[in-house]
Nanobody, 130 residues
Framework: QVQLVESGGGLVQAGDSLRLSCAAS????????MGWFRQPPGKEREFVAG????????YYADSVRGRFTISRDNAKDTMYLQMDSLKPEDTAVYYC???????????????????????WGQGTQVTVSS
């Protein structure tokens, strides 16, 4: 079992930056493919970014590529999402997620599908004002 807790959300203005954190307990993050998703108001959950279990590859949704960066600190069992140049359309509840199995190679298609992830945090609200 993996327990995930997000933090770092808040209310910011367009153009500002935020860094979200996802702290894990129960199992080490370094053996799981990890992802960030978001759910805008009234919309379905959508993929934002993902990282291969080895950390060797990262994946991003087109809407955030070049502005968001996913990273991981294995020593702290914590994953991060650095969000720069925020836009009002980035407003959403952000969730971190861990894959169903350890050491599994995920493709972009796997990362972009919420069903590929078995463990979820409770979410953190990000609101970007114009």
């Amino acid at each position: 079992q993996v327990q995930l807790v997000e933090s770092g959300g808040g209310l910011v203005q367009a153009g500002d930056s935020l860094r979200l954190s996802c702290a894990a307990s129960g199992r080490t993050l370094s053996s799981y493919a990890m992802g960030w998703f978001r759910q805008p108001p009234g919309k379905e959950r959508e993929f934002v970014a993902g990282m291969h279990w080895s950390g060797s590859s990262t994946y991003y949704a087109d809407s955030v590529r070049g502005r968001f960066t996913i990273s991981r600190d294995n020593a702290k069992d914590t994953m991060y999402l650095q969000m720069d140049s925020l836009k009002p359309e980035d407003t959403a509840v952000y969730y971190c997620a861990a894959a169903r199995s350890t050491y599994y190679h995920y493709t972009y298609s796997d990362f972009s599908n919420p069903a590929s992830f078995a463990y979820w945090g409770q979410g953190t609200q990000v609101t970007v004002s114009s």
